[in-house]
């Protein structure tokens, strides 16, 4: 059976949600910004701009009429692959980073090859923005099978929930059995929700300097944190005892 890695494994393995979740809000940002309000990461804000659409011009971008569904696809097929690579005898982290990495390199191309003039109604804008809503899906399945231990690195407000209700319990109930484990999420969630804040203040910071070339940020993240699952196993660092 493959080994899940986990956020305990490696030095390199405890920073990757906390890079991850800059990845996330800095490509959600940069892509709503650039392409005209089309959400990358956050993806179910998609359906309440679709209803403003609907309700405001009778229509919708084609982009955001099927970023829903793409995300979904996306999350089966990358679930489907991660099965394919267990049955296979193969580690799950490294190859799904790596998609990831490749699809927001699609992204960050066709964006700067479109520039200003890319828009969500046209066949470049909607294959830009695809690429980047299925970079965020393949993120969540990295999360969700492939990194044991850590929180939502592309969805805040579950993490925001989670970590006031903890600390509130926390504050609240400290001599409660309960407690040490909701401080112990605490600590976990608090680094992704504060890297998702400075991912969104980054990419807007780029997005109004450079446009949608500043998609360079986002991508060189996803790169280091393929970098990032490389860094050897705490198991794999130690020597035996009594080794030379």
């Known amino acids: 059976m493959v080994r899940v890695a986990s956020v305990r494994d490696s030095a390199g393995a405890r920073f990757l949600p906390l890079v991850l979740s800059i990845t996330a809000g800095s490509v959600d940002t940069i892509g709503f910004v650039g392409l005209g309000g089309l959400f990358t990461a956050h993806i179910t804000g998609n359906l309440v701009i ?23 696809t996306v999350l089966m097929l990358g ?17 799904l980073l790596l998609l990831q990495w490749l699809l927001l390199v699609g992204f ?36 969700g099978h492939a990194l044991r231990g850590a929180p939502s690195t592309a969805v805040m407000t579950t993490n925001i929930t989670r970590f006031v209700l903890d600390i509130g319990q926390v504050l609240l109930d400290p001599h409660s059995t309960r407690t040490p484990e909701a401080a112990f999420r605490a600590r976990q969630t608090l680094p992704v929700i504060a890297g ?49």
């Open 79 to 95: 679930r489907a692959f991660v099965g394919v690579l267990e049955r296979s005898n193969i580690e799950t982290l490294k190859p």
């Open 108 to 143: 960050l191309v066709l964006a700067t090859v479109g520039g200003p003039h890319l828009a969500l109604h046209d066949r470049d804008g909607i294959i830009a923005g695809m690429l980047g809503v299925s970079a965020m899906a393949t993120q969540n399945v990295v999360v």
């Open 50 to 72: 679709l209803a403003a659409y609907l309700i405001k011009a009778r229509y919708a971008p084609i982009a955001i009429l099927i970023s829903v569904p793409v995300f979904v």
């Open 196 to 244: 998702f804040a400075v991912g969104c203040g980054l990419g807007a910071g780029c997005q109004a300097r450079f446009g949608l070339e500043s998609l360079m940020l986002p991508t060189g993240l996803a790169l280091f944190a393929l970098l990032l699952a490389f860094v050897p196993a705490r198991e794999a660092q130690e020597s035996p005892k009594g080794s030379l």
